[in-house]
């Protein structure tokens, strides 16, 4: 426990350095290229745009720095005296980029300010609010300034030399190879922004204004070992993992996101031995033909490690050299580590999640490494949970919709996993559930979404078959949706399915488990379901949560209590406050109740008014049953 607790410390350490600077990154790369460009020895010499480099290295970017850090402590405030603290720290060594010193002063100014507001909060008198603030921010920053001046300033110039000289020895001594050893397993445990624009980048741009140019920037930011890592799944690896590696390895060598490569490694922990050597043996290349940039390359992209390049010397055919020889070592050490494997087939899957709960969110690109392969021809859409009657269907109804608006022939349907049927083409799930329909349907194209109300999923999957869906789909769909599971509710539904004495208004709850039962019970007293479904619903939130975003939360039964369903209907709790829901506020429950899919048509509606954060908000403040469900009919 105290290791992890220690990763994650460092992780969120890093995560704040490495937040400092990549808001910023647009204007690094400005100044790498002018400084390309315009210097003396640049494409094209120009004394006078030359006069930008210095101003912009010394004054711009440390301030950039300082702001964003102090902003993150403490929002705009912060920012500001942040920025004030660390101009003391630029005069204070003007020899020397501050950008380290940005990093400490930007934040300390903000939590200095942020103190003294906690200290003042409630203690001000009306009218007195904007002079206190001016003057305290003035007051502070030009405190924090001068004594960034007298002492933080020269204290990180002399640090700042140390760990360049350290740099120069290792250069020197040929021993700078071997930081491979730290640094390719430290980017897999997401040390890698830290490491980049935490330490290197502010030694290399002081060493960029000695030399010219830092081999620094490419330690970390080389995309030759994880090209050859996917390489060798392109040609030796086995089942999804094979799969997804050639669309991996484009996002990952021009798209320039290295953490795609990631899950790949975790999956065969031997291909650590694959990124080090490839590391060490492209940091080698880069030493012995004299490599580097001008300025960081963030993020590690082909594209962007040429355009800051330096144009003298060989500087282009050492960072290209480098980048290969990487990527040929590594895909040499993964191929033989995958043709030694016995395994049938690559859990990508399983690596991916591995790789999310390492990192402590959810991975921008897992999706790419995990869902297969888009059909050519899509005629039909999946829609898949556990019971197959409440967020499936809510996700089923939006699509259908967005589906109908860009004139596409395509059957979207629900059900539960358990039926999932054979000739689903495009399956869509909660990402905890993605593996069980995956298992169940493993030739489908899978996506895992975290918020059926609105995820931002549907619009690329419609923009996918628009450009994909033929003409002869045409007449496939008028069929499909009249046999289609769960796809229409039963023409001889209910009309009781919603009535004003089951939506209950202002209510709280400590935990979501007793929103459940609360919503439940109210189910059972309106005759909808036996009192066994209600610990059937607390039994399906364990499964996966049911809140939906936007602040909507659809608590229902599991697939095996649907026999427990006397009738189709709903409950709607109205909790103004929000209850948690894994983290997620949600403020309107609506409890199910379905049988037969006599409750799709109105479910189908909710979903559709609730998939607009306006109309929920809404609801949150609607002061009557009837003032409630007339919003919820509105559509």
Known sequence: MAQSNMKVAVQKFGNFLSSMVLPNIGAFIAWGLITALFIPTGFFPNESLAKLVG??????LPLLIGYTGGKLVHDQRGGVVGAIATMGVIVGAPDTPMFLGAMVMGPLGAYVIKKFDGAIEGKIRAGFEMLVNNFSAGILGGILAILAFLGVGPAV???????????????????????SILIEPAKILFLNNAINHGVLSPIGLEQVQQGGKSILFLLEANPGPGLGILLAFMFFGKGTAKQSAPGAGIIHFFGGIHEIYFPYVLMKPMLFVSVILGG??????????GGGLVSPASPGSILAITAVTPPEGMAYLANFAAVLV????????SAIVLKSSKTTDEDIEGATKKMQEMKGKKSSVAGQVSQGTMPEEVNKIVFACDAGMGSSAMGASLLRKKVKAASLDVSVTNTSISNLPSDAQVVITQEE???????????????SVDNFLSSPEYDKLIASLQDGIT????????DAEEEAVNAEPNADRDDDLLLEKNIFMNQSFATKEEAIRFAGEALVKAGYVEESYVDAMIDREGITSTYMGNNVAIPHGTEDAKKAVIKSGFTV???????????????????????DGTHLEILSGIAVVCSEQENVDRMVQAKSAKELKDIINSN
């Open 326 to 333: 990487a990527a040929v070592v590594s895909f040499i050490v």
């Open 55 to 60: 101003p912009m290295v010394t004054y711009l």
């Open 433 to 447: 559930l993605t593996p069980r329909a995956k298992n169940k349907l493993p030739n489908a194209y899978h996506i």
């Open 471 to 478: 003409d002869e789909q045409a007449e496939f769909v008028e």
């Open 157 to 179: 110039d002399a640090f700042t030399n140390l760990l360049v000289a350290g740099v120069d020895w290792l250069v020197a001594a040929g021993l700078l190879p071997l930081t």
């Open 280 to 289: 060490m043996s492209g940091v080698f290349t880069l030493v012995l033909l």
């Open 573 to 595: 709790v109205q909790v103004p406050n929000g209850v948690d829901f894994n983290g997620e506020k949600a403020k309107m429950i609506f409890g199910i109740a379905g049988k």
